[in-house]
């Protein structure tokens, strides 16, 4: 398993914790996530790309948008689902997004 899904993997279980009622911890670095195969009707913590001005998922939603933007702190790098780009975003600009 590569160290981007490896991450992947720790933030969603992190998700699913929060979803519960656990505590989200502000990100101390910026961690790289691995591509996400998204699923109509599925919630997503997501970014904006600033290639081609997309709305890209990075992350499993399991609280269904409940948590609403609860991230903080230095953040992720990513793969746009669209166009492949490199996507540097702050925990703050990570939002809830239901895939359509």
């Not at 933030?11 to 670095?29: C, M, N, Q, S």
């Not at 919630?43 to 948590?67: H, N």
Request: glycine residues 8%; positive net charge.
């Amino acid at each position: 398993m590569s160290q981007e899904a490896k991450n992947t993997e720790a933030l969603e279980t992190l998700i699913k914790v929060a979803a519960h009622g656990g505590p989200i911890l502000p990100f101390d670095r910026t961690f790289s996530l691995a591509p996400v195969k998204p699923v109509p009707g599925t919630w997503y913590f997501c970014v904006d790309c600033s290639s081609c001005r997309r709305t890209s998922p990075v992350a499993r939603d399991f609280s269904g948008g409940r948590l609403g933007k609860p991230f903080s702190g230095e953040g992720i790098k990513a793969l746009c689902h669209f166009c492949q780009a490199t996507i540097r975003a702050r925990g703050e600009q990570m939002a809830p997004f239901q895939w359509a």
